[in-house]
């Protein structure tokens, strides 16, 4: 599910959540992340993963395989990484910021990611709004066992022709992610 910020609310997609700035460094056998900020319009930038979001509405968003975004309430990071296990009910994202001055609106926000088996669908996308008064989340959370899809997935967020932030993940085999992360969510009630 994809999600897209709107002050306290966040709205979700079809699993996006977005965070960039105290990455994980992961283990020598994952590459280091690609990520980029464009500092003069984007602060705090934060990605990471979150084992509990919690949906409190939808709204259309005609441009993603569902057809629509899920609202969510506002969050912080479970932990800061962009490795992130194929988990149902797992979360991922990058939260940001407006450097001053108004909001920047009318922001494409963008998930790439392998093909889904029946649609085909690599690419997603909604129109959101990143403020400067309190961090925008966009985020991806895993609510389908067709979603859990191994390789390369990226969020990006776009005004115009520029490029706010770009941050992609490595989703990879629960066996294949880092002890502390395949038992990031255990105890939590992983729901979207």
């Not at 306290?8 to 990520?35: E, K, N, P």
């Not at 994202?93 to 407006?98: D, I, L, M, P, Y």
């Not at 926000?109 to 996308?125: A, F, Q, W």
């Not at 066996?175 to 939590?188: H, K, M, Q, S």
Request: aromatic content about 8%; charged content about 15%.
């Amino acid at each position: 599910m994809i999600a897209a910020p709107a002050k306290i609310i966040r709205r979700l997609t079809r699993g996006i959540a977005i965070s960039v700035a105290l990455g994980f460094a992961g283990t020598s056998s994952f590459a280091q992340a690609d990520i980029y900020s464009n500092d003069t319009l984007i602060t705090g930038l934060e990605y990471g993963l979150i084992c509990n979001v919690k949906t409190v509405g939808s709204e259309p968003a005609p441009d993603t395989d569902r057809g629509s975004i899920g609202l969510i309430e506002s969050t912080g990071f479970s932990t800061h990484s962009t490795i992130v296990p194929a988990q149902l009910g797992l979360s991922f994202g990058v939260k940001s910021n407006a450097i001053e001055g108004d909001a920047i609106q009318g922001v494409r926000i963008s998930v790439t990611h392998p093909p889904y088996k029946d649609s085909g669908t690599t690419d997603e996308s909604w129109v959101s709004t990143i403020y400067t008064d309190g961090a925008s989340t966009q985020m991806f959370t895993f609510d389908f066992p067709a979603e859990l899809l191994i390789g390369k997935w990226t969020l990006s967020a776009q005004k115009d022709d520029q490029i706010l932030y770009r941050v992609t993940f490595d989703v990879v085999s629960p066996a294949n992610a880092p002890a502390y992360l395949r038992n990031l969510c255990e105890g939590d009630a992983l729901t979207s």
